[in-house]
């Protein structure tokens, strides 16, 4: 079982920037990618960036060059810098994490809004 708890997150105006972290507890070495994932009201859920053990890295198409997404100094902790924020950007954001026994993200923390004013 892995455990996560996000935190940053809020309200900014569009262009601004912003930064949430997330940190695992529990089984961390059972961890392969870490990742962000958002969903936006009558949206699904849909990736963000995802960053492996590695430390490659995945962005979407709609974050690349806005988006940073790294590991801190402990394995279990990673954080997504946001820059250059839009309006449609707004969504409650989710840390998720994939283990190395399956293909799929399958523990999640509670998820933390971000609203972006225009």
């Known amino acids: 079982q892995v455990q996560l708890v996000e935190s940053g997150g809020g309200l900014v105006q569009a262009g601004g920037p912003l930064s949430l972290s997330c940190a695992a507890s529990g089984n961390i070495f059972s961890i392969n990618y870490m990742g962000w994932y958002r969903q936006a009201p009558g949206r699904q859920r849909e990736l963000v960036a995802t960053i492996s053990r590695s430390d490659s890295t995945i962005y979407a198409d709609s974050v690349k060059g806005r988006f940073t997404i790294s590991r801190g100094s402990a394995i279990n902790t990673v954080t997504l810098q946001m820059s250059s924020l839009k309006p449609e950007d707004t969504a409650v954001y989710y840390c998720?994490?994939?283990?190395?026994?399956?293909?799929?993200?399958?523990?999640w923390g509670q998820g933390t809004q971000v609203t972006v004013s225009s």
């Open positions: 998720g994490v994939r283990p190395y026994s399956t293909s799929e993200y399958i523990y």
